[in-house]
């Protein structure tokens, strides 16, 4: 068997930035931790950076995690939120990189559609499905849906990876015809 794996999971915000770290043991997910960084608090935008940099390179110095999973930026139609956003993600990945930690994007569309199979899934119900398949009481879960969000991008990232290699993978409708010829039929 292969060492453990530990993924840390982001879902960035300058107001509540999420957070979950799970560890892999014989291919199986287990809750280490999950939390929030709340950032309203602080009026200045460039502290909140700072703040987020500041807990996502502690969050590794504490658990030594092999992979960063985190949620990418949807397109909206606020352009300021959507900016802020972006800039919240780069500094979560600036402190990834500077431990040289791997960063994983994931769409919130393939996380929820990873985690419940229905990529509009709401919140709730991401939060529930993590609850029941990794196990988590009651007590343990927040409030605050942005730290399971974390969570479910480090799960995702977990689902993503350990693919059997065997298994085909495709990037287009022409790309599966082409691999598989002999199971098309009167085309």
């Known amino acids: 068997m292969g060492k453990d794996k530990i993924i840390l999971g982001i879902d960035p915000g300058t107001t509540i930035m999420g957070y979950g770290l799970i560890r892999i043991a014989n291919q199986q997910p287990q809750l280490m931790t999950m939390g929030v960084l709340i950032l ?3 009026d200045d935008h460039y502290k909140r ?3 987020i940099f500041e807990r996502v390179v502690s969050l590794i110095d504490e658990f030594h995690p092999d992979d960063l999973a985190i949620e990418s930026p949807f397109f909206g ?7 802020k956003l972006g800039r919240a993600q780069g500094v979560a990945m600036a402190a990834a ?21 229905n990529g509009r899934a709401a919140k709730e119900q991401v939060a529930g499905m993590l609850q029941k398949y990794l196990h988590i009481p009651n007590e343990n879960m927040l409030p605050q849906l942005d730290a399971t969000d974390g969570l479910a991008a ?6 993503q990876s350990s693919r059997p290699h065997s298994q085909k993978q495709y990037s287009s409708w022409k790309d599966f015809i082409n691999k598989n ?4 039929h009167g085309i």
């Open 40 to 42: 309203n608090k602080h």
């Open 77 to 83: 139609e606020n352009v300021q939120s959507m900016l």
């Open 97 to 117: 990189l500077s431990r040289n930690l791997p960063i994983f994007e994931y769409a919130p569309l393939k996380i929820k559609m990873s985690i419940t199979g």
């Open 49 to 51: 950076l700072q703040r």
């Open 154 to 159: 480090a799960l995702c990232h977990f689902f």
């Open 181 to 184: 010829d002999k199971r098309i």
